[in-house]
């Protein structure tokens, strides 16, 4: 296993990209309430997390320094529900079908999508990512269009629904009554009852052999050997769950948190039921991707985060939900 520590720290956009210079119509930066009746009917497998306590963070000492993965520090959560897996194009297509939402990159009008799996018209694609030219600006490309304009969601209705901003991923919330983990809810939830392991499974990546998650194996980002059966995403459940019943945790896409991404947070942050911090850069995503590989991002650690933009969207990010109080 590299010790990405001894490494340069990754390239910016390595894991998904901020948003390129674009024209917004943005109705409001603050998407924490919406006008949706909510729906708490809409169909989801709920998993049922006891409450606890856990070691959250890095115990291994793998992780990138400005991600801010340590202190190892114990906290106390209350019991919650959990999806079971991500929200899927299915899932989010019902949701968009009754509201009339539209996201903000529909809204926008492009996406980023990773160079292998743009299904798009060459004058479609507006330019790559500054400092990660795998990542290219495609109009048209959007939750719908997960490709560009040449895919369609109902091809993959059961892969996890992708180009969702954060703003997105609480309007969804809104109207199906739920609403986004914490990042020590998601970290807890992922460990699936396991202390201070490397992943959802244990310590080894691949244990007997056998892949556990949707990573990319070969040379990035050039050539996925496609060891584990995937290129881009994967449809939800098509690797083992965790000790908890939880799908996909490591590898597949990134999930948006509710909290605010503070490096320095863990130094100071309480340990009963943390809400994250008040401020940061952006919103902490958890998990990995398709992308994500140990010579340059090994982030489908259990302990792992990073963060983007709540606006930013991209193909490789998504997210899963928890119920609310009943």
Request: net charge negative; hydrophobic share 35%.
């Amino acid at each position: 296993m590299n010790q990405v520590t001894d490494g340069p720290e990754p390239a910016p956009g390595c894991c998904s990209p901020g948003p390129p210079p674009r024209t917004r119509t943005r109705l409001t930066d603050e998407m924490s309430a919406h006008p949706f009746a909510a729906r708490r009917g809409a169909p989801h497998e709920d998993v049922p997390i006891p409450g606890g306590v856990f070691f959250m963070g890095d115990a291994f000492g793998e992780g990138y320094p400005s991600d801010g993965e340590v202190p190892v520090h114990e906290v106390h959560l209350d019991a919650f529900r959990i999806d079971a897996t991500a929200v899927t194009n299915r899932m989010f297509a019902a949701f968009v079908q009754d509201s009339g939402y539209r996201t903000e990159a529909e809204q926008y009008g492009t996406s980023a999508v990773f160079h292998l799996l743009v299904q798009a018209p060459a004058s479609e694609i507006l330019g790559a990512a500054a400092g990660a030219p795998w990542w290219l600006n495609v109009r048209g490309a959007d939750w719908a269009h997960p490709g560009g304009p040449d895919s369609e969601w109902s091809t993959t209705p059961e892969h996890p629904v992708v180009h969702v901003s954060h703003h997105d991923a609480l309007a969804y919330c809104a109207w199906a009554g739920r609403r986004l983990p914490t990042e020590a809810e998601w970290e807890y939830a992922a460990r699936g009852g396991l202390d201070a392991k490397r992943y959802a499974w244990g310590d080894e990546l691949t244990p007997g052999g056998e892949h556990r998650c949707n990573i990319w194996q070969g040379t990035f980002p050039t050539l996925n050997t496609e060891e584990d059966g995937y290129l881009g995403s994967a449809a939800v459940k098509s690797f083992p769950p965790n000790g908890y019943g939880l799908y996909e945790v490591a590898g597949n896409v990134w999930e948006w948190c509710a909290d605010w991404f503070l490096p320095k947070y863990y130094r100071t942050s309480p340990s009963d039921n943390p809400q994250g911090p008040t401020i940061g850069a952006g919103r902490v995503m958890r998990g990995g991707s398709y992308l994500c590989h140990d010579s340059y991002c090994n982030r489908y650690r259990v302990a792992a985060r990073t963060s983007n933009t709540p606006e930013s969207s991209s193909g490789n990010c998504g997210f899963r939900t928890i119920a609310l109080p009943e």
